[in-house]
C-alpha cells in the first residue's frame, strides 16, 4: 500500500533506535520528511544519516529530553523552523525503570510523571498551534500493553502510561472537528532494548537466565516470537497516514495475538 507520505513531515520523539526508529524507517521508506530526536547527539544524527543514506529522504536528528519541556519546545520550534510544516507527531520516550511499589520514593515518581505522561501533554502542546492552523494533522503515542494487563515488575509504567490513553481519547473528541487524529499503538514483546533489559531484570529476580526468561515470554505469544521494529513501524505509518483517514481515538496493539482482553 502507497500512503501517500511523500514530503510530509512527521517528528518522531525517541527514535534513534527501538520503536521509535521502527516507525521512522518506515516513514522514511514512504518517501517522508523526518525530525528526529533523543537525548544523545551521536546517536540520533547516526539514525538521521541511516534513513538519509537508505531511503533518500529528509532526515535531520535533534537533541531532546522527553522528560523537560524547554527541550520539548526547542525540538518543536527548531523542526518548525526547518521544515516549515508538521503533518504527524509520534509521541515515545523511553520507559521508566522497573520497579514494585517500595523501590520508589517521591522523586521516582516525579521522574516517571515527567518522562511518561507529562512528555505526552508537552508534545501535543507544542504541535497543535500548527495543526490547528492546517486544519490537519496526526498525533500517534507509542504506550504499553501495561494499559490493559499491568506488567508486574513496571508499576511507574503501568500507571502513567493508563493516564496516556486516556489522554489520548479525550483528545480525540476535541481534535476530531478541527482535522486532526490522534491514536494509541500499542507494543507487545517487540525485540528492543528495552525488552532485553526487562527480561534480564525479570529473570534476576526469579532466578533464571534471561534468555529461560525470553523462552517463557514467548511461550505465551501465540505467534511464537518476538516482534520485530519493523513491523511496529509500519503499523505505526499507517495510523499516521491518510490511509487510517477515518481511525481516531483507537488504541491498537501489535503483540503477535498474546493480549487476551476482549477490547
Given at each position: 500500500?502507497?500512503?501517500?507520505?511523500?514530503?510530509?513531515?512527521?517528528?518522531?520523539?525517541?527514535?534513534?533506535?527501538?520503536?521509535?526508529?521502527?516507525?521512522?524507517?518506515?516513514?522514511?521508506?514512504?518517501?517522508?520528511?523526518?525530525?528526529?530526536?533523543?537525548?544523545?547527539?551521536?546517536?540520533i544524527e547516526a539514525a538521521?544519516?541511516?534513513?538519509?543514506?537508505?531511503?533518500?529522504?529528509?532526515?535531520?536528528?535533534?537533541?531532546?529530553?522527553?522528560?523537560?519541556?524547554?527541550?520539548?519546545?526547542?525540538?518543536?520550534?527548531?523542526?518548525?523552523?526547518?521544515?516549515?510544516?508538521?503533518?504527524?507527531?509520534?509521541?515515545?520516550?523511553?520507559?521508566?525503570?522497573?520497579?514494585?511499589?517500595?523501590?520508589?520514593?517521591?522523586?521516582?515518581?516525579?521522574?516517571?510523571?515527567?518522562?511518561?505522561?507529562?512528555?505526552?501533554?508537552?508534545?501535543?502542546?507544542?504541535?497543535?498551534?500548527?495543526?490547528?492552523?492546517?486544519?490537519?494533522?496526526?498525533?500517534?503515542?507509542?504506550?504499553?500493553?501495561?494499559?490493559?494487563?499491568?506488567?508486574?515488575?513496571?508499576?511507574?509504567?503501568?500507571?502513567?502510561?493508563?493516564?496516556?490513553?486516556?489522554?489520548?481519547?479525550?483528545?480525540?473528541?476535541?481534535?476530531?472537528?478541527?482535522?486532526?487524529?490522534?491514536?494509541n499503538l500499542v507494543p507487545?514483546?517487540?525485540?528492543?532494548?528495552?525488552?532485553?533489559?526487562?527480561?534480564?531484570?525479570?529473570?534476576?529476580?526469579?532466578?533464571?537466565?534471561?534468555?529461560?526468561?525470553?523462552?517463557?515470554?514467548?511461550?505465551?505469544?501465540?505467534?511464537?516470537?518476538?516482534?520485530?521494529?519493523?513491523?511496529?513501524?509500519?503499523?505505526?505509518?499507517?495510523?499516521?497516514?491518510?490511509?487510517?483517514?477515518?481511525?481516531?481515538?483507537?488504541?491498537?496493539?501489535?503483540?503477535?495475538?498474546?493480549?487476551?482482553?476482549?477490547?
Amino acid at each position: 500500500m502507497n500512503l501517500n507520505l511523500s514530503d510530509k513531515v512527521f517528528l518522531v520523539a525517541a527514535s534513534s533506535k527501538g520503536l521509535g526508529y521502527g516507525i521512522a524507517e518506515a516513514l522514511a521508506a514512504d518517501g517522508a520528511r523526518l525530525s528526529l530526536c533523543s537525548r544523545t547527539r551521536a546517536d540520533i544524527e547516526a539514525a538521521a544519516q541511516r534513513l538519509r543514506t537508505e531511503y533518500g529522504c529528509d532526515a535531520k536528528g535533534y537533541v531532546c529530553d522527553a522528560s523537560d519541556a524547554a527541550s520539548i519546545g526547542a525540538w518543536v520550534d527548531d523542526s518548525l523552523s526547518e521544515f516549515g510544516r508538521i503533518d504527524g507527531l509520534v509521541v515515545n520516550a523511553g520507559g521508566p525503570k522497573a520497579g514494585k511499589f517500595d523501590a520508589f520514593d517521591d522523586d521516582d515518581w516525579e521522574a516517571a510523571f515527567n518522562l511518561t505522561l507529562m512528555s505526552a501533554v508537552r508534545m501535543i502542546r507544542a504541535v497543535l498551534p500548527t495543526m490547528r492552523a492546517n486544519k490537519s494533522g496526526s498525533i500517534l503515542t507509542v504506550t504499553s500493553s501495561s494499559i490493559k494487563e499491568p506488567i508486574d515488575i513496571l508499576l511507574l509504567s503501568n500507571v502513567f502510561r493508563s493516564g496516556v490513553v486516556s489522554l489520548v481519547k479525550s483528545l480525540s473528541f476535541d481534535l476530531a472537528p478541527e482535522g486532526i487524529r490522534i491514536n494509541n499503538l500499542v507494543p507487545g514483546s517487540i525485540d528492543t532494548d528495552r525488552v532485553r533489559s526487562n527480561d534480564a531484570f525479570s529473570a534476576q529476580r526469579i532466578g533464571i537466565s534471561a534468555e529461560e526468561r525470553k523462552a517463557q515470554r514467548v511461550s505465551q505469544i501465540p505467534m511464537g516470537r518476538y516482534g520485530e521494529t519493523s513491523e511496529f513501524g509500519k503499523a505505526g505509518a499507517f495510523l499516521l497516514s491518510d490511509a487510517a483517514s477515518y481511525i481516531s481515538g483507537a488504541t491498537i496493539f501489535v503483540d503477535g495475538g498474546k493480549s487476551k482482553t476482549v477490547w
